[in-house]
């Protein structure tokens, strides 16, 4: 019933959140905090669900954001939590959790534009801060969605009239016009030596071998479908036979479980390469250990890799972000024919006591020619029958003789333990070598994967001229294990990707995979060599970061000076008159008198008035002249000189402007 | 000169619509548009008395059709009788050949009487018994609506809520234009007593001059960017029809003269627009028509270009 009255437009657009625009701010948020979710303390974690909770919650019952005194406790609290989780307020990791709990309070807490603005720009920054823990393909993907999110956030602020399709495209729209700026700076933008977010203390608990082994480490580890490392091969690919990835070889055995006892000390294994010869570039996972599991036998070299005399290859550093590496493999050499004399002392260490029945029994088997000895052991082994599972039972004391006499079943750890102790026990040198074996051949990329769950133990024995040979006893239980890999050797109990009925999510696992290592490849794995190498493609042989640093800032002021002057333009429309009058409604902005974008000359000249009575007289003077000059075309130069005049000669004294 | 008639207008029916100068600005500005206008109001609030005081003070003829539910289309067209003398049929005109008419309680009537008045609105003529007739010039129709909550109303189709340039309200009286009412005289006798301020020949150069405006193509930009913001809008079903930009440009011509200018502001499209979108739009939400609220809101979110 009130409608009659005359409405004034005179107070700036309505700041309260309208309902869609809230809730497109709170999916930009969703999407960007919940990536970095696994890197948040559990507290963090919560406390961000719950608070982004909440705000959706009042939003759709149309409630206004909370009291403000309830969000300071909360942000002492955050940092105080911060510092007892972490030690310290500042630093990579206690800093993001810190941004990502201000951010879901932040967006509590919005009322205003300017709040608005702030949520967004944090999201933006949030988003890029993601990439100091996660570099891969999934991750690059959430932080686009964010992105784009955010931008359609920004767009419903700035145009409330727009639909949910319009601002996606808009966003997208924005997206893609960044796109050659972004490859610009990928690809110019000085490399640091080590990436920025290569410190090392993201690698802390992750699968891997270790350099012991006791009974159940291996059999733990398998049924973890992580991925271990990808290789390329240049040529050839071996045969499953031959994929024996090295890794700990284990030499010490106290009774329990087995150790190395590894002296890093050759640049390259020693030995004279024979046989057939396989190229490859392995990419390895970042597993927070030093040794490298390479292909049997290990020929070449990298920096910062060192080999043992057992060819174990350990890296100066552990290896904390995916790293690539270039080696060959030699699989039919003999090694070690002219062997030291304190590695084969290793390799017959046993300790004193224990094990009585397998010491018995290595004694009936041994023979005065290891080859023999050898033979036996495998025959009595291979007779046995053994039974090769994921589940072997627990062991008591003397586990060896437990596993050889009664229990008779066991994974690879337990057929290559008790394998080289009665090898060690008949009098011939062996060591226990654990690492993968096997590798699967993504047929979409052709890479070979190798996966946590490839984990294997095998044997090594001596034989005087012939070196070191390799024995592995788990094939003599199940040789399906070797060609076939795990799910070919076992039934029950295998990991959930490797279980026959899943082949579809394997197929859809290698199709994933392969875009996956291409991103890794192309993008993450771009450093300052490869930097280097497209600039000497190009004929620069001598590229240096700061001058390149240097004319990317330049170039990036002047490309944004010139957009800036560009949609300056656009918005002004070219006209002198509208220009002035910006200039107007600027500098009474300043005084927090800004013309509302709807509100109309007339309008605007009253509510001057009426705030700044002294000057009444002026500003209504500089309103009316406009309104006439705009709305009662065509105006001439003079009169447009007249109101420039008034404009300048406008006074505006900085007082208390309320109307008397 | 235009403008001194304009003022006489307005003075002398504030003497008798007290308190409510910005309505009467309205409703003026709806007729120099020569557009037809929709009151919507309880009872009793003075629409009668601002269609007669218009009619009385602009020298129009004035005829009042009370609407009620066993009325008739012949009843407002008029009908043929036998007359003996001249053994012919001969056409006796109904109300609607007036001037100024006053439609009261038009949603009283069945849709197919209101649908004869509105034809005769939109037509400007009137067709019996094989004869066309034109109407008088000029020809205005004031109609009055109760609102449609009310019980024993037919509520007039989107349709022909179209044919009516604006839809005002009145609503009660300020606290002191009330005091006056009740100390005052009977407005009726008041209405009776005053004598038209302007001839019917002023009316049409009034009406004449306000086609005459100067309108900036800054302003069709900004009427423009107003009715494309309300068929964007997610709040209504529909926008403004084509017919409707063009009445809100005539309404705010009107308004801009009626102000003393020869120009379009865009401050006038904005006072007029509430009356000419109200009745044309309807809610996403609920179906209502939009109040003021939700077309401030619109207002506000289209820039001045």
Redesign the interface.
Known sequence: ???????T?AEP??VALRR?QGFWLLVAVVLTLLPHLPDLPLWAGGLCALLVFWRGLRLWRGQDAPPRWLLLPLVFATAIGVRLTFGQLFGKTPGLVFLAVLLALKLLETRNMRDIRVVVLLCFFLQFGLFFNHQSLPFALLALLATLFSFGGQIALVD????GRERLRTGALLLAQGLPFMLVFFLLFPRAAMPLWGVPDDATAMTGLSDSMSPGTISEMILSDELAFTVEFTGARPPPRDRYWRGPVLSHFDGDSWRTAFRPTLDAPEYAPSGRRFDYRMTLEPNNQRWLPLLDYPAGGAPGVRFGHDFQAVTRHPVVSRTQYLFSAFPDTPVGVDELHWVLKQARQLPTYGNPKARALAAELQTDSAERTVGRIVDWLAAGDFAYTLKPPLMAEDGIDFFLFKSRKGFCEHFSAAFVFLARAAGVPARVVTGYQGGRVNPVSGLMTVRQSDAHAWAEVWFEGRGWTRVDPTALAAPQRIENGLEGAVSEGLPFMLRPQYAWLRGLRDQWEAVATRWDNAVVAYDGRRQRDLFESFGIDDFSPSPVLGALAIATALLMAVFYLWAQRRRD?GDELDRAWARFSARLGRMGLAR????????YARRLAAARPREAEALTFICTRY??L????PWSRDELSDLERALDALELKKEATLPP | MAHTNIERLLNAAGEIILGKEHELRLALSCLLARGHLLIEDVPGTGKTTLSHALARLLGLQFQRIQFTSDLLPADIVGVSVFDRESAAFRFLPGPVFAQLILADEINRATPKTQSALLEAMEERQVTADGHTLPLPEPFFVIATQNPSYQIGTFPLPESQLDRFLMCIRLGYPSRDAERKLLQGEDRRELIAEVDAVISPDDLYDLQYAARELIVADRLIDYVQALLAATRQSAEFVTGLSPRAGMGLLAAARAWAMIAGRDHVLPEDVQRIFPHVAGHRLHLTSDGRMPGRDELTRLLQSVPLP
């Open positions: 019933m009130k409608l009659a009255l005359p409405i437009l657009p309505s869609d409330p009239a727009s639909n429309g509302a974008p709807a509100e109309g000359p007339l309008d309104a006439r705009r709305y009662r075309p």
